[in-house]
Antibody, heavy 120, light 111 residues
Framework: QLQLQESGAGLLRPSQTLSLNCVVS??????????WSWIRQAPGKGLQFIAY???????FYNPSLKSRATISLDTSKNQFSLRLTSLTAADTAVYYC????????????WGQGAQVTVSS | QSALTQPPSASGSPGQSVTISCTGT?????????VSWYQQHPGKAPKLMIY???KRPSGVPDRFSGSKSGNTASLTVSGLQAEDESNYYC???????????FGGGTKLTVL
């Protein structure tokens, strides 16, 4: 069974860049059975898809975040990552790394979440 | 503002059935059979309960079922149990431009 664990984040200042990593165990990010994504949840709010990536390294982004987000895959470390630039308070959220089905329509397994707070 | 519309709350007594709706558009729920439902207990990560409208992952009780009609999807929980009290979110594929959209969530209370 896949397990995902986020690292990074914490307290950041406005205009800074967020960097998050997600280590995958119990499977390979190079597997043809999964895609890999980031989904976030602002305090008291619903879920928002950020981006996903296939094993071939081709990314897909939420249009509303595309200009600021970068998702990448590191097969040597069996992990994937998210960078989000030009942070504002609106980016304060719990960020989840998620494994998805191959067509990225179903979020199968979730990490425990990483709290990111943007405040001056 | 979430792309999919869910009622903020729902409730039922133990043993009863409750249905939660999720309304989208012809650009998401109405066009694709890629509706999922997630259960999220406070402070925890979401858990997949239903995928592709009405399929249950291994380990999810058959008390949970999904359906879709037009632009609206539904999650039904039969034989309510105390542990079903949680927040439930729907999602749908919305095409290659918008990709995956979510509802705002429904808090299910077991009375």
């Amino acid at each position: 069974q896949l397990q995902l664990q986020e690292s990074g984040a914490g307290l950041l200042r406005p205009s800074q860049t967020l960097s998050l990593n997600c280590v995958v165990s119990g499977g390979s990010v190079n597997s043809g059975a999964n895609s890999w994504s980031w989904i976030r949840q602002a305090p008291g709010k619903g879920l928002q898809f950020i981006a996903y990536i296939y094993r071939n390294g081709i990314p897909f982004y939420n249009p509303s975040l595309k200009s600021r987000a970068t998702i990448s895959l590191d097969t040597s470390k069996n992990q994937f990552s998210l960078r989000l630039t030009s942070l504002t308070a609106a980016d304060t959220a719990v960020y989840y790394c998620v494994s998805m089905n191959i067509v990225a329509t179903t979020a199968d397994s979730w990490g425990q979440g990483a709290q990111v707070t943007v405040s001056s | 503002q979430s792309a999919l519309t869910q009622p903020p709350s729902a409730s039922g007594s133990p043993g009863q059935s409750v249905t939660i709706s999720c309304t989208g558009t012809s650009g998401d729920i109405g066009s694709y059979n890629y509706v999922s439902w997630y259960q999220q207990h406070p402070g925890k990560a979401p858990k997949l309960m239903i995928y592709e409208v009405n399929k249950r992952p291994s380990g999810v009780p058959d008390r949970f079922s999904g359906s879709k009609s037009g632009n609206t999807a539904s999650l039904t929980v039969s034989g309510l149990q105390a542990e079903d009290e949680s927040n439930y979110y729907c999602s749908s594929y919305a095409g290659s431009n918008n990709f995956l959209v979510f509802g705002g969530g429904t808090k299910l209370t077991v009375l």
